[in-house]
């Protein structure tokens, strides 16, 4: 059960052993999981459909592994912390055995109202414990689940359910975030509209409130779970069986239902979690990302509950009360591991040191980062004034795709160095390409970021569209994973990740596609074309910089600012308010190839504020456009 490396000596080995006999490597791993059924083969793939197939016959149930297994030992230990919003309002503790009844309970309830194995459930919920509820008694009956992050709009909703056509949605009345509070269970009646494939809905009564409830579909999470047994049998599922969908973003304009699977996900999100957190025995360890996003359907919910460890979570936001919170969080519960992105980091950088040195923070042992590149800066104030300099720092790199942490130290184990991820964890075989798709075999280079060899949390494919899986990850270099990334390999062969290649933007941690963008903008009745690039924001990372042609060109500064006002008034409608474009600037024409082809580049520099570095712009169908572009830039 213990999977925990030691030392970097060890690490090292066991890095060899994992390349030189990878099949051996991970059967012995799995070797301590409970399987109902054990596996006739460890890996079964190829890289060309891509085909890709890990513990191949097997039979498990994930919540066995997550729930069960820990009861005759760690039946009393903490499972599960929830610190809520409102410091105020009281916090939560469940043991394994509470958790364990509660999935158990919810999963018969789940049962009751209709869904069985392979059904899709669409989970939009507050960072509440009974959304880990939700999202384990779905695995429990071999349901599949989809968790919508709950910032999402009634039409980024709408898409995604109808994409995975969804039998059901959880919510819950509302959420706290911050001061504020969010009704989600009109934006999910609202969804539903446009959703035919919705039979029920079960709402979780959060806020007390009275939603608009209708007859026949919708049943509250109290009247569903009246009467149910606390004990539910886990149905059997093979190894390659979904799991579940997870949207993301790519290059094109519709996001994509990433999926994971039973075996190769429970095996890998436990090592990792043990390897990356070295969490001990009696440790409080805390993700502070919404399980709406990857970070924590592996880091909040499976790989410590399959590793048994007691994981928290947080309801509330780093800066309410205030920017102290997290670290009053820290001290209150004793948090032994910390992990959160470097936007938070950042932000609460921007409010001074007073709030992190008025609390002691003596718990922490480990901190971690993941979302996005960690700057030096950020990475120092993180390890001097949260870390008092004797925390290791695991910059995390990983993806939706890789269901798992895949470049990271190991707690104290690995060598630090600033804004480098580092080396990659046993098993993972990332790799550099040049432009020509060559592996570039020397260390200080810099190249695409891509895998050579399957691991077993990696995707399966992405639901409803195998071909659009294949051309998106498989078919730039023959043979790899390619992750969209650019990345250096310094002198030691430790990676630092630079940042995308392709057409998506990391905003504070989370990703979208230019064309996404752009087509949320366009549904703007004013709006004929529009162009979006990232640029460089002190706090999110990566701002959305949008250029945009109107009907009518506005011609006071009064009708910009209305004119703006309601395109990110479209935006948050079509997505959410995640995405609102922080700066839009009003163009007659986009710079465009005589393919018509934007180029980007030249849109990028401007929003970078580096004019005088345009490059070539001959081939431009018309190069004046740059000239007015450059003269009205923002
Ligand atoms: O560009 C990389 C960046 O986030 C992308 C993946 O985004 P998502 O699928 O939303 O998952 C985020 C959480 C795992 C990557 O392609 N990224 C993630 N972690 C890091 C990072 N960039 C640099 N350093 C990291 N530690």
Not at 96 to 107: I, M, T
Not at 166 to 195: F, S, W, Y
Not at 218 to 234: L, N, T
Not at 435 to 441: A, R, T, V
Request: hydrophobic share 35%; aromatic share 10%; net charge negative.
């Amino acid at each position: 059960m213990d999977l925990k490396i030691q030392s970097f000596e060890e690490y090292q080995s066991k890095y060899k052993q994992s390349v030189e006999k990878p099949e051996e490597f991970w059967g012995d791993i799995a070797e301590s999981f409970f399987w109902r059924k054990k596996w006739d083969k460890v890996l079964d793939y190829n890289f060309q459909e891509p085909n890709i197939n890990w513990f191949v016959g097997g039979k498990l149930n994930i919540t066995e592994n997550a729930l069960d297994r820990h009861l005759p030992e760690r039946g009393n230990k903490l499972a599960l912390i929830w610190e809520p919003n409102d410091p105020k309002e009281r916090f939560i503790r469940w043991t394994y055995r509470e958790l364990y009844e509660k999935v158990n309970q919810f999963a018969n309830a789940l049962k009751a109202q209709g869904i069985g194995k392979g059904d899709r459930v669409a989970i939009y919920m507050p960072m509440i414990p009974e959304l880990t509820v939700a999202v384990l008694a779905c695995a429990r009956i071999g349901a599949v689940h989809s968790v919508v992050f709950a910032g999402f709009s009634a039409h980024a909703l709408a898409d995604r359910i109808n994409d995975a056509q969804c039998k059901m949605v959880i919510t819950a009345d509302g959420l706290n975030r911050g001061a504020k509070q969010i009704p989600l269970k009109r934006v999910v009646n609202e969804a539903a509209e446009h959703c035919d494939c919705i039979e029920k809905i079960i709402v979780y009564d959060r806020l007390g409130w009275a939603p608009q409830m209708k007859e026949g579909r919708d049943v509250w999470w109290h009247d569903a779970i009246e009467g149910m047994s606390k004990e539910c049998e886990a149905e059997v599922m093979d190894s390659e069986d979904m799991l579940f969908i997870l949207y993301t973003s790519g290059s094109t304009g519709k996001p994509k239902g990433v999926v994971h699977t039973c075996g190769g996900y429970m095996v890998y999100t436990s090592y990792s979690f043990q390897n990356v957190f070295q969490v001990g025995e009696s440790d409080v360890y805390w993700c502070t990302a919404d399980v709406g996003w990857i970070t924590g359907h592996s880091y909040i919910v499976y790989g410590p509950l399959i590793s048994g460890a007691t994981t928290m979570m947080f309801e509330g936001v780093p800066t309410y009360p205030d920017a102290g919170r997290f670290w009053q969080v820290c001290d209150k519960h004793g948090v032994n591991q910390f992990y959160t992105a470097p936007t938070a980091i950042r932000s609460l950088m921007s409010f001074g040191e007073d709030h992190v040195l008025s609390y002691s923070l003596d718990s922490l042992k480990v901190l971690g980062s993941v979302g996005e590149p960690i700057n030096e800066e950020a990475w120092r104030w993180y390890h001097i004034h949260v870390g008092k300099e004797r925390c290791p720092v695991v910059d995390t790199w990983w993806q939706t795709e890789t269901g798992g942490i895949m470049i990271s130290g190991l707690g104290a184990h690995s060598p630090q160095k600033p804004a480098h991820a580092g080396y990659p964890l046993p098993g993972i075989q990332p790799v550099l390409l040049n432009q020509e798709g060559e592996e570039i075999q020397e260390n200080e280079v810099e190249g695409y970021l891509a895998v050579k060899y399957p691991w077993p949390s990696m995707l399966r494919t992405t639901y409803g569209d195998h071909e659009r899986c294949r051309v998106t990850y498989f078919s730039h270099y023959d043979g790899y994973y390619f992750t969209g990334d650019g990345a250096k390999r310094d002198e030691n062969g430790m990676y630092r990740i630079i940042g995308r290649v392709d057409d998506v933007i990391n905003v504070s941690g989370h990703r979208f596609g230019t064309a996404e963008i752009e087509n949320a903008i366009n549904m703007n009745d004013h709006v004929v074309e529009s162009a979006v690039v990232g640029y460089p924001h002190p706090v999110k990372g990566q701002g959305i910089y949008a250029y945009v042609i109107c009907e009518t060109l506005p011609e006071t500064e009064e009708q910009e600012d209305i004119l703006r006002a309601e395109i990110v008034e479209t935006v948050v409608e079509e997505i959410g308010k995640i995405a609102k474009p922080e700066k839009i600037q009003f163009v007659p024409g986009l710079p465009k190839t005589r393919s018509g082809k934007i180029m980007r580049r030249i849109l990028r520099k401007v929003a970078e504020g580096e004019p005088d570095k345009l490059g070539d712009t001959s081939t431009l169908l018309d190069p004046t456009v740059v000239e007015t572009i450059v003269a009205t830039a923002l």
